[in-house]
């Protein structure tokens, strides 16, 4: 007790201190860590779940990426699919049209052909006709005067005979 | 409707010395109807075609040529057609039969001919 009285230390005041001490601390204890303590968990807390939420929007938001990248590379692929597929087409039907416009107008110089060959025989069958009843006409000019009384007669007589066989 | 027998004998009744009597004809005319009318004409011409012979040549025949005919023909009534278009030869009808010569149309056949098989 010497001791602490020659280091200026009283003993009441210290157990009066002491006193203060544990009144305040339970104070404190009861009205202000408690609250305190339970508002800075919550808090945390709070925290937690937003850095967990964060961490969870994170990972959503890289697998729609990924997934944003797949679809993308997808319609790509779908998308060059269709371009090489309407390219072949289009070869195809320019294929298919060249072969047919070819075999139309192989047919209508076939028919051009023909027709040209049907004319010409026509116009030539016209123009033996047209000589043929030239020549005649010349024919019929000519023995108009050859033929007379004398072969009217005789024809006649002809007609006569061969009528009376037959009757 | 009047018979065939009938209105043969109308028709028979209607010539004199083998020729068309008119008075006869006019005669049976007014007492036919219109139907009845019709047939006698047409069987009169039957008739008359059948008593005449058509003669066509291209120029006119000579006596003796015509005797040759008519003698052909005794009873029938023969009537001359010029056509200078046959150039030369003959065309006898004697109602439905024919006998023709003739240069014209065998010149026209030849053409046909030559322009069918060419």
Known sequence: MDVLHNFGVEWQLLLAQVINFLVIFYLLKRFLYKPLFNLLKKRADAIKEGVKQAEEGKKALDEALVKEKKLIKEAQDTARKIIADAREHGTQLAKEIEDRAKKQTDRMIEEAKVQIAREAKLAEQQLNKHVAEISIEMLKKSLGSVFGEKEQSEIVSKAVKTLQKSN | ?118
């Open chain 2, 1 to 118: 409707m009047i018979n065939k027998k009938k209105l043969q004998n109308l028709v028979s009744e209607s010539y004199k010395d083998g020729q068309l009597d008119s008075e006869t004809v006019n005669m049976l005319a007014d007492h036919m109807n219109r139907q009845t009318l019709k047939q006698y004409i047409s069987s009169l011409k039957q008739t008359e075609k059948k008593k005449q012979v058509t003669i066509t040549s291209p120029r006119s025949l000579n006596e003796a040529d015509k005797k040759a005919l008519q003698d052909l023909f005794p009873k029938k009534k023969i009537m001359y057609i010029l056509d200078p278009e046959m150039i030369n030869g003959i065309q006898i009808t004697d109602n439905d039969k024919e006998f023709e010569i003739n240069l014209n149309r065998t010149f026209n056949d030849i053409i046909n001919h030559l322009s069918r098989y060419d």
